[in-house]
């Protein structure tokens, strides 16, 4: 079996399609000598020897010995010179490289092939015995620390003996002596730590191999993988590259660099990079010494400063994306050591990949894989500076409910949030263990919330993302003390009032003030790809919008037309809070109906703001589905400020609120059992809905769509009930009215039963939209207020994968979707069909809704640009 893949002299045996075998880097290594540009010869050792490595008790394949050694002789014909020669000696760099690239990760060992004797054969050839013993000490350095574990300091320390010795501060200040002397010295270090140097180069080799392929069970790479998402066994493991070494430290006719065929910081198409001369590799990684920026090297070395141009042309060309190179210059002789994809920032993402398009380098369907939802998510929220974010103390981790980046001073009362803020003019963050529509006005007023429990569904979570806020929920580790002004974290105890950033994105809470840097908008490149998105996807996206200010933010960035309204949610603000309250707790239709008489004109006004801001597309508006927990009056003064409006005592109003409470809210007395029960409530919403088309109709003349959905049905006759009553005030109203007015009646299929059922609920129902943050809940039978605290164990411990409220569960909750778009298209086959549970705005969830045949997804407004990216990759 061939285990070993040679590469030099215009021939390679390996090209870039073989990653998975040579690692990145070995691949690429031959696909550059494949195209002619200049490399220094080698050969890669396949990651199948690392997997049998692991596979037999550390152990090799008996072929690989004979393999090795005929790839050293070709090496050593390409380059004229002799593995161990004392004349004219090859050495060589042993460097590791897996498929994926995992940076600084694994181990490197440079100048192998010196000892004793090899060093004067090399002082021959170069003719500088001090350089040559300078690259002598350095193997000697990182062999040790590297194969034999010798701690790095141990060489320092004689180092530095050496220079005081000498009085000089700079190692350019030894000479070849001095160095000579170090070498000596570095034996010393070796013997004390009961090893010998070993002067047989195969030897040397030999151990270098093993100690690449010991390095990928490293800690550092154990964790990096795990980390960055790479599972165990999707990897044979890393390939070991020997290559013949080339010096960048010969004079100032020799140096190193690194390059960007493009700017990886803005995308823009421009060389970037950086270039020292006489220097290896490590000096320009170790940052002692500054480098010039790549233009330097022109007027140092024109003309190898052109073949640089030629080469980085060459290699985009070829791959087709922006390339990361590292090369070095030996006596004015230009090498490439490595090229690989570079890595970029999501706002060079979509800028590179558009102008690839543009400059016909790639397709517009290529352009869009390589922009990922996550770059568009980034670019539209404020983030964190990764700077400053890398050095930051991070104190907790929670679910990440609302993307973006906040940072302000903590404040636990709502009220109090608000008040600082529009006073003090002060920053703040919200922290509360969790948040009721009471708070609302203190979240609008907060840079962003994070609370103690909750999950991706709940109040906290669902009205951050509408309001684009970042925000944190279920962060168990923060314990929040309103009553000793104090959150306290393992131990630790944070102050209210002093600052704290949290991160959105990733669920993460930093102690302190982190540096926020501003988004862009959806302009320039981000607004093309997304363009091209629209002509690409098949999928429609509109959005969950409950106010007017936000279905403008939603049109504004693409959406077309509203997929759910929460009629409950538009009754948060403070002056509608306290009707709401009465409503629910109204003893009698005549009370309840003082309550909805005020509510009617609050409610229309609003649909009618809707209405516009979506101009002329369809608006779903939901009948009222509030859990009670959510609006029933908590504290003593608010129930008092209640009895007294209603003309009730406290204690008769304190009664009934303890009636209503409910063990199960979420699945208590809410969605379409509410307007069941009270059916005044369907007519009032109703008569709003309607009343605010025709009104819209009239004064504007353009056309309204509204689409009436009846939340939480699971038995067909409950729909039939409710479109009953809502037909009938509505036709009533059209005809009246003396207006064209087309509308619908359709359902929520959120419910288990619903979805079984769908062929018999769609006789009835106009359209579908799955409400999967329910459907989730009640098919796991997850609660969705308080799966947080369990579910971060259940994945720890692979029972599931992910967050079943955050990704679709495909194999069972998408089973109900599948089921039920099939069946209900089985008795209406023009049926349409949406999804506006959370996952409508999740880009798996939203190529499921592709494969699945759905009509359109809706989502927060924050996410229909995210949408509407994922749903033309799911359509590529
Ligand atoms: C749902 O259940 O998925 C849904 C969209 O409704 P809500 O989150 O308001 O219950
Ligand atoms: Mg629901």
């Known amino acids: ?469 970042p925000c944190i929920v279920g962060c168990e580790a923060i314990e929040v003390d309103e009553k000793a002004g104090v959150i306290r974290i393992d131990g630790k105890e944070i102050k209210e009032f002093s600052w704290l950033s949290i991160d959105g994105t990733t669920g993460e809470v930093f102690d302190g003030k982190l540096a926020t840097v501003k988004p862009q908008g959806l302009e320039g490149p981000l607004a093309k790809i997304l363009q091209w998105a629209d002509e690409i996807r098949k999928l429609g996206v509109r959005t969950n919008a409950d106010t007017p200010r936000d279905a403008t933010v939603a049109r504004n960035f693409g959406a077309e037309g509203i997929g759910l309204c929460r009629t409950e949610h538009m009754f948060f603000e403070e002056e509608r809070i306290p009707v709401v309250r009465q409503m629910i707790v109204a003893k009698t239709k005549e009370q309840r109906e003082i309550a909805l008489e005020k509510l009617l004109p609050m409610q229309q006004e609003d649909f009618v703001g809707l209405f516009k801001a979506m101009e002329g597309y369809p608006v779903t508006i939901r009948l009222l589905d509030p859990p009670l927990h959510e609006f029933l009056p908590k504290e003593d003064e608010d129930i008092k400020a209640l009895a007294e409006e209603m003309g009730l005592s406290y204690e008769e109003l304190k009664a009934t609120v303890e009636e209503l409470h409910e063990f199960n809210p979420m699945m208590g007395h809410r969605g379409c059992r509410l307007s069941i029960t009270y059916p005044e409530i369907a007519v009032m919403q109703t008569k709003a809905i309607i009343g605010a088309a025709i009104q819209v109709l009239k004064e504007e003349g353009k056309t309204v769509i509204p689409e009436i959905m009846i939340p939480l049905v699971g038995h067909i006759n409950e729909l039939k009930y409710l479109k009953k009553i809502i037909t009938e005030t509505a036709d009533k109203m059209i005809e009246e009215a003396g207006v064209d007015l087309q509308y619908k009646v359709g359902t929520m299929i959120e419910i288990p039963r619903a979805a079984l059922t769908a062929d018999e609920i769609a006789t009835e129902a106009e359209f579908f939209s799955f409400g999967t943050n329910d459907l989730t809940q009640m098919t796991f039978g997850f609660s969705r207020d308080d799966y947080g605290k369990f579910v971060k164990e259940y994945i720890e411990k692979g029972i599931l994968e992910v967050d079943p409220f955050q990704k679709l569960d495909r194999t069972g909750v998408g089973q109900l979707v599948k089921m039920g778009t099939e069946k209900g298209r089985s008795t209406r086959p023009n049926l349409k069909v949406g999804i506006c549970g959370e996952h409508g705005g999740e880009p798996s969830s939203i190529e499921f809704c592709h494969i699945t045949g759905l009509d359109y997804v809706s989502c927060s407004p924050y996410r229909v640009p995210v949408a509407r990216l994922a749903a033309a990759q799911a359509a590529i």
């Open 1 to 469: 079996k061939k285990y070993v893949y040679f590469f030099g002299k215009g021939r390679a045996e390996g090209d870039a399609s073989m990653k998975q075998l040579l690692g990145g880097k070995g691949a690429n290594l031959a696909e550059m000598v494949r195209l002619g540009v200049p490399v220094p010869p080698g050969f890669t050792i396949s990651t199948e020897v690392c997997k049998y490595y692991y596979d037999h008790g550390k152990t090799y394949p008996e072929e690989l010995k004979d393999q090795v050694l005929k790839a050293m002789k070709e090496l050593e014909e390409a380059t004229g010179k002799v593995f161990g020669s004392p004349e004219n000696p090859l050495l060589v760099s042993v460097r590791s490289g897996a498929a994926v690239s995992m940076p600084g990760m694994m181990d490197t060992i440079l100048n192998l092939g010196l000892n004793d004797e090899t060093v004067e054969g090399m002082i021959k050839s170069t003719n500088n015995p001090r350089f040559c013993y300078d690259a002598y000490r350095r193997f000697m350095q990182m062999f040790g620390d590297v194969v034999l574990n010798i701690k790095h300091e141990y060489f320092e320390e004689e180092l530095n003996k050496v220079k005081t010795e000498k009085g000089v501060k700079l190692d350019t200040d030894l000479d070849a002596d001095d160095l000579k002397k170090v070498v000596e010295r570095y034996k010393e270090v070796y013997k004390k730590a009961g090893h010998k140097f070993p002067q047989d180069p195969w030897d040397q080799l030999w151990k270098a191999i093993d100690a690449v392929f010991g390095s990928w069970m490293n800690e550092r790479a154990i964790k990096y993988r795990e980390l960055n998402g790479i599972k165990e066994g999707s990897l044979l493991g890393t390939a070991v590259n020997v290559v013949a070494m080339v010096f960048g430290n010969m004079g100032e006719d020799s140096g190193t660099g690194v390059a960007f065929t493009r700017d990886p910081n803005t995308g823009e198409k421009k060389y970037y990079g950086e270039y020292l001369p006489n220097a290896q590799g490590e000096d320009v990684v170790a940052g002692i010494r500054t480098p010039y920026p790549l233009t330097k090297l022109e007027e140092m070395m024109p003309d190898v400063y052109k073949q640089l141009l030629d080469i980085f042309e060459k290699l985009e060309k070829h791959y087709r994306d922006m390339q990361d190179i590292e090369f070095t210059i030996e006596r004015g002789k230009l090498y490439l050591l490595q090229t690989r994809t570079g890595k970029r920032t999501p706002f060079a993402a979509v800028r590179i990949a558009v102008d690839m398009a543009e400059e016909g380098l790639i397709t517009k369907e290529e352009a869009i894989m390589r922009v990922s939802p996550d770059h568009i998510e980034t670019l539209l929220h404020p983030y964190f500076e990764p700077e400053t974010k890398k050095n930051a103390s991070l104190l907790a981790k929670g679910i990440a409910a609302s993307p973006g980046a906040a940072t302000g001073i903590i404040v636990f009362d709502p009220a109090e949030a608000e008040r600082m803020v529009k006073e003090e003019n002060k920053q703040v963050i919200l922290v509360r263990p969790e948040t009721s529509p009471e708070d609302i006005a203190g979240m609008a007023a907060a840079e962003g919330i994070l609370t103690s429990t909750g999950g991706k569904t709940s109040h906290a979570a669902v009205v951050a993302r509408g309001m684009g806020k």
